[in-house]
């Protein structure tokens, strides 16, 4: 593949992670409406993982063999991304204001950052990517601030404990996606990563009783249209382009991602629903901006 196409490649995954994932989190708070947390997430990911092994086994005339040490790695990948990670946003969001939910996300980035230096990865962040890292940060609390507001009254403190262990669990498991054994095929790698998570999310939802809460005389069309959404767009798309982005980018720039998908939602806002841009909100998405360039520009370095 030459660098052109590989260019060309890059920039589709990030527009797809940036745009697409700016939108999951209304679309999960549509579905979580009728359907437990769970058993939604868990349903997403299974048929999601399900749909993408068949699509490569198809699609691939000589598949690579499945081996066990395979299916542990898509556990432990979709363990701590798919539940620690997404199955802790899901919950959260029954208790947490959305502009806090953004803001928490936002410490992923923070969180790789130490974990790949302090894990003893061969790929070192920069100090611009640190410096970027941190001014992401303070653009998005910035922006945070001047478009919801902070309110204790409206804080939920095991929804934000749950928010903080889903951050860290989401990173660790970015960082470590690379040193796992995994086939050769990167769409059977996510497939299995999905199948994992799902699976742990569909038990964890048994365990806790989530299951039970499900009634499907009571789940809306409006549940139905964004779990669809969630599993063509969310996962097979938007999952699919990170993880292959974990590996041509790198972690730190991968997790621009949390820092953009805030600005997306408030400008779609703004254009499909009338709401209002200030001065504030285009100060603190100009900052967000600038401090994502900086990531991005930075070539990675092996050490």
């Given at each position: 593949m030459n660098d052109s196409s590989l260019r060309a490649?890059?920039?589709?995954?990030?527009?797809?992670?940036?745009?697409?994932?700016?939108?999951?989190?209304?679309?999960?708070r549509f579905v979580i409406e009728t359907m437990p947390p769970f058993l939604m997430a868990g349903f997403r990911f299974l048929i999601a993982g399900a749909m993408l092994f068949l699509f490569e086994r198809l699609r691939s005339k000589e598949g690579e063999k499945i081996t066990a040490q395979h299916i542990r790695s898509g556990f432990i990948v979709g363990g701590?991304?798919?539940?620690?990670?997404?199955?802790?946003?899901?919950?959260?969001?029954?208790?947490?204001?959305?502009?806090?939910?953004?803001l928490l996300i936002s410490t992923v980035p923070i969180w790789i950052v130490v974990f790949t230096m302090s894990t003893g990865s061969k790929s070192k962040p920069d100090k611009l990517t640190v410096i970027g890292v941190v001014t992401g940060f303070a653009g998005l609390l910035y922006l945070v601030y001047n478009t919801t507001g902070f309110s204790a009254d409206s804080i939920n403190p095991l929804g934000v404990l749950a928010l903080i262990f889903a951050t860290i669990s989401w990173a660790y498991g970015s960082v470590i996606t690379s040193r796992l054994s995994f086939p050769?095929?990167?769409?059977t790698t996510v497939a299995l990563q999905m199948l994992g998570?799902?699976?742990?999310?569909?038990?964890?939802?048994?365990?806790?009783?989530?299951?039970?809460?499900?009634?499907?005389?009571?789940?809306?069309?409006k549940s139905i249209l964004s779990l669809f959404y969630l599993i063509l767009f969310g996962s097979l798309l938007g999952?699919?382009?990170?993880?292959?982005?974990?590996?041509?980018a790198g972690p730190p720039k991968t997790a621009t991602y949390a820092y953009v998908n805030p600005v997306v939602a408030i400008f779609l806002g703004w254009?499909?629903?009338?709401?209002?841009?200030?001065?504030?909100?285009?100060?603190?998405a100009a900052i967000i901006l600038v401090?994502?360039?900086?990531?991005i520009s930075v070539k990675s370095r092996k050490s």
């Open positions: 490649k890059i920039i589709a995954a990030f527009a797809s992670v940036y745009l697409i994932w700016g939108s999951t989190y209304l679309a999960i701590l991304l798919l539940l620690g990670g997404n199955g802790g946003v899901v919950w959260a969001e029954q208790f947490v204001p959305s502009g806090l939910t953004a050769k095929q990167k769409l998570g799902g699976t742990l999310l569909t038990i964890f939802s048994l365990i806790t009783g989530d299951m039970f809460l499900f009634n499907p005389d009571a789940v809306s069309m999952y699919t382009a990170y993880i292959w982005l974990l590996e041509k254009l499909l629903a009338d709401e209002v841009i200030t001065i504030e909100i285009l100060t603190g401090s994502v360039a900086m990531i």
